[in-house]
């Protein structure tokens, strides 16, 4: 009876070792992660602002098996319908969302309802309900402006430009504002809506000041593509921008402008798009930190570098 | 040390041997199985890292050719622009550069443009671009130098953001191909460089589709490491990912292996011709086979499996050696325990079967030589008590011969002469012709002869009978064995002066036996005293017929015809004694027959 039971468990053994090495012969194919939809929100205007954020999100797309889905908010001067696409596209399943700079303030009540559906993530540091922030800060990106013009020249008027409406480039101009009077200069404050570039040229030319401050990436962009159009218009006055963008790179190197603080746009992208997808499938977000910020005077444009940086190579 | 090693001793003593067995087969078969397998591994591992290497170098050096096709394209064309156009005394710059764009348009997948600089570094002939932007200076770029320096050769600059020229419409990414070049102008021959932009995404597409086998990858790298290409470029770029090209820089053309962010990994270098660049075909670890994700489960399973099926097998051949000794080792303790009639099987390999023989042999002797030792023991034992019992008590002789001599005195000659006649007849059925049995009618007549006798010498007056169940008168019994229990009677039974004591000897069957009851009814003494006459283990008295005889009866009869037979006494004070004779009932012919397959036995 012993003998028997010995043996039965023994051929059941046997039999349960032989399935498991024909089991291990069956070819293992890994599963393939599903597809993921990530959508992207961004001023409509802001388009050519976005064309090397978009390289380094695409780039990060196709590493993590994502499809991206650039979604453009349209402005009417006042308000935008990006409150309504993001609800939407909360509500229709996407997998992740995320949000440009310059709606980001306006997003920010609804952040928490979407956020339920969804990891949201945007560029800027001190959002609430979002997953990533690895931006620099507005004192940082202020304080590297301000301090490329004190090395030109502490003389004159010291103008600071922001957008209306964006609470950020608020933050960065109460700071610089702050910063240059620490520095003993009172700055003069405009707040302007980047739609009206030409009105905002021809209102700093009748301001005539000696020196403008831009913390804005959006407001940058359009002055420079306005200078870029109409090279006549060109400002007598030092202009420091936001963004690395080809028209503030073609600015600077015409000498139209004196300074930009950028980081990588492409770097950016490729971040926050990887960390969305990451946050999607339930994965710990791998970044940590700020990305670095760079300051580019006309001579720095041509270093290898900062070629390697802010003009991308093209998959 | 020393009490673990004697712990270990005893243990190893204790250990049956199919265990014994089974653990040196089992472990040598392991340990042969994981021989194998390793080398079977290693020696897959080996192979097929050598066929990642050669896979990886073979794809390597096709993307070469490709890579060197493109670029002797590239230097046809800047060979073409210089000894076509701008050799060409005859030409005007206009002329030169409306060939410039003729044939960098009919190239446009590998030129993106083509510039004639003087010797002070100003354009003479440019398309697309014809304006140097301000302050551009380009004999201060790397490209020009290098061509005024060698102007032997063409020179590749390393990937980098062209810059130099004012209508350019957007920053692009350009390789540019230098020569120093002869110009002559005006009858007038002057140094100059020739600068072609080579179409850099043509090139990057050219290596973007390489897919090395197991997840491998491609790069392209100048001599000092600078990447020209690489799937991750950009990202490399911007600090988000990292690449080992600086170290694989100083590599020669090769399998190379490396161990990168902690992963080890196989790099193929291919140096591209006259560039010096470097094409580098990058393996992971688990491109290489060493982490096999599939052989692994499959190779641990196989390994249970086969070590399970070992296992089962060796317990299986063990038990078959081990079984038969097994069995072996039970009959020998069953053997040690004094059971000798048990079958030894003769069962198992060649050496089992002859000790199980030898064993079964060995019994056969030990029982037989058991046997005859009893046997001739309880012979000895027999042969002494019949010699003590054929001895005539010479009391009884003397006061026989005496009473003879005193009855013929007194003339009672018949008496005399009867007595005489029945000792003589006593006699004769003692000696039996040396025979221990006689039939029972024999051993009648000698108790009556006895009692003959005992009457006349004492006169007695005591009554006795013997009679005999008829057809029991052949059954042969041990002679002489009613006689002393006679003598006990009439010495310690009876009074024989006394007319109303009165002896009778009985014989009669009873089943299968033979019992012959000698009873009286005289004294009779308490059974306990009657129970001791036959214990061996109390002391003789030395009386006259102090019960020695009857006990010397039962033995006889007993070592004669086995335990189940004897002498048993019946007694009650003042009621007589009843001693019974229990003997089986053998014809002669049934004892010669068994005494007959006895011998043969």
Redesign the interface.
């Known amino acids: 009876m012993k003998k028997g039971k010995k043996g039965l468990f023994q051929s059941i053994l046997l039999v349960l070792l032989g399935l498991l090495v024909l089991l291990s012969m069956v070819p293992f194919q890994p599963r393939e992660p599903e597809t993921l939809e990530i959508s992207v929100l961004f001023l409509q205007r802001d388009s050519g602002l976005w064309d090397n954020i978009r390289l380094g999100m695409e780039q990060a797309a196709a590493d993590q098996g994502a499809e991206l889905r650039f979604l453009s908010v349209s402005y009417d001067g006042e308000e935008t319908d990006g409150a309504q696409l993001l609800l939407r596209e909360a509500a229709d399943g996407t997998d992740a969302v995320i949000i440009a700079p310059a709606i980001e303030q306006e997003l920010e009540p609804i952040l928490e309802e979407a956020s339920a559906n969804c990891p949201i993530l945007t560029f800027s540091q001190g959002m609430d309900h979002t997953l990533l922030d690895f931006s620099p800060g507005g004192e940082e990106v202020s304080r590297m402006l301000i301090n490329m013009a004190l090395e030109d020249g502490r003389e004159g008027t010291f103008l600071l430009l922001s957008e209306s409406g964006t609470g950020l480039d608020d933050q960065r101009v109460i700071f610089a504002e702050s910063y240059l009077r620490q520095q003993g200069i009172e700055p003069v404050r405009l707040s302007v809506r980047q739609n009206e570039s030409r009105r905002l040229a021809r209102t700093l030319e009748t301001m005539d000041p000696d020196c403008v401050i831009c913390p804005e990436a959006g407001l940058t962009y359009a002055l420079c593509q306005h200078w870029m159009k109409e090279q006549e218009s060109a400002p007598d006055y030092r202009f420091y921008g936001m963004g690395v963008t080809e028209p503030a790179a073609r600015c600077l190197e015409s000498g139209v402008i004196r300074g930009l603080v950028g980081w990588s746009d492409y770097a950016s992208g490729y971040l926050i798009c990887e960390s969305a997808a990451l946050a999607a499938r339930g994965k710990e977000i791998e970044w940590e930190g700020e990305l670095p910020l760079y300051a580019i005077g006309k001579e720095e444009l041509d270093e290898r570098s900062y070629q390697k940086l802010f003009f991308p190579v093209l998959p | 040390m020393k009490g673990v090693s004697e712990v270990l001793g005893r243990r190893a003593e204790s250990v049956k041997l199919q265990t014994v067995i089974f653990a040196a087969f089992f472990s040598a078969a392991l340990l042969f199985l994981l021989l194998l397998a390793a080398g079977l591994l290693l020696r897959f591992g080996a192979i097929t890292t050598q066929l990642v290497e050669e896979d990886t170098m073979r794809m390597v050096l096709q993307v070469n050719h490709l890579l060197d096709d493109h670029l002797r394209e590239i230097m046809s064309l800047s060979d073409t622009l210089y000894y076509q156009v701008v050799k060409d005394e005859e030409l005007e710059d206009g002329e030169r550069t409306e060939l410039f764009r003729l044939l960098c348009q009919e190239n446009d997948d590998i030129a993106s443009g083509a510039v004639l600089f003087d010797h002070q570094g100003r354009i003479l002939s440019s398309w697309p671009h014809s304006q140097l932007?301000?302050n551009a200076e380009p004999r201060e770029e790397g490209w020009y130098r290098e061509a005024m320096v060698q102007p032997e050769n063409l020179h590749f600059s390393s990937?980098?953001?062209q810059?130099l020229f004012d209508d350019q419409e957007?920053?692009r990414?350009v390789i540019s191909v230098s020569q120093a070049v002869q110009i002559t102008r005006q009858g007038r021959t002057e140094k100059g460089i020739l600068l072609v932009d080579t179409n850099?995404?043509s090139l990057?597409q050219l290596l973007?589709g390489v897919e090395l086998p197991n997840g491998g990858y491609v790069y392209l790298m100048d001599a000092d490491g600078e990447l020209i290409s690489h799937p991750w470029?950009?990202?490399i770029?911007?600090?988000?990912r990292e690449e080992n090209h600086l170290a694989a820089a100083g590599y020669a053309d090769g399998v190379h292996y490396e161990s990168w962010q902690d992963q080890n990994r196989m790099v193929v270098v291919r140096t591209v011709g006259y560039t010096g660049w470097k094409l580098v075909g990058v393996v992971g670890e688990e491109g290489l086979g060493w982490q096999n994700?599939?052989l692994l489960?499959?190779a641990?399973?196989?390994l249970?499996?086969v070590s399970?099926?070992l296992a089962?097998l060796i317990s299986r051949i063990a038990a078959l050696v081990t079984d038969p000794i097994r069995r072996l080792e039970r009959a020998v303790k069953q053997i040690e325990s004094g059971v000798l009639d048990l079958e030894i099987r003769a069962e198992g390999s060649y050496e089992v079967r002859r000790l199980s023989s030898a064993i079964s042999a060995m019994v056969a002797t030990l029982r037989r030589l058991m046997e005859d030792i009893r046997r001739q023991e309880r012979a000895k034992r027999r042969s002494d008590l019949d010699v003590l019992q054929s001895q005539i008590n010479p009391h009884f002789l003397y006061n026989t011969l005496d009473s003879v001599v005193w009855m013929t005195e007194a003339g009672r000659t018949e008496e005399a002469v009867e007595m005489v006649s029945a000792l003589a007849k006593l006699f004769r059925i003692s000696l039996s012709e040396g025979r221990s049995e006689i039939p029972l009618e024999r051993e009648l007549e000698h108790a009556r002869n006895y009692l003959a006798i005992q009457k006349i010498r004492y006169r007695s007056t005591f009554s006795a009978s013997i009679t005999a169940q008829p057809g029991t008168e052949e059954l042969p019994v041990v002679k002489l064995v009613i006689q002393p229990i006679l003598e006990n009677a009439l010495y310690h039974g009876i009074d024989p002066m006394e007319e109303e004591n009165h002896i009778q000897v009985r014989a009669y069957l009873e089943g299968e036996d033979l019992l012959i009851d000698i009873s009286d009814d005289g004294r009779g003494m308490r059974p306990e005293v009657a129970a001791t006459l036959l214990d061996e283990s109390k002391p003789w008295k030395k009386s006259k017929g102090s019960g020695v005889g009857v006990r010397n009866v039962h033995q006889r009869l007993r070592l004669t015809y086995g335990e189940g037979y004897g002498v048993t006494i019946f007694s009650e004070p003042d009621e007589g004694t009843l001693v019974r004779l229990r003997l089986p009932a053998r014809r002669a012919e049934e004892e010669r027959e068994e005494g007959a397959s006895h011998e043969e036995g």
Do not use: A, E, H
């Not at chain 2, 770029?237 to 988000?240: D, K, N, Q, T």
């Open positions: 932007r301000r990937p980098y953001v810059n957007d920053y990414w850099y995404t990057r973007s470029q950009q990202l770029y911007s600090g988000i994700m599939q489960p499959f641990v399973s196989l249970l499996f399970c099926l089962v």
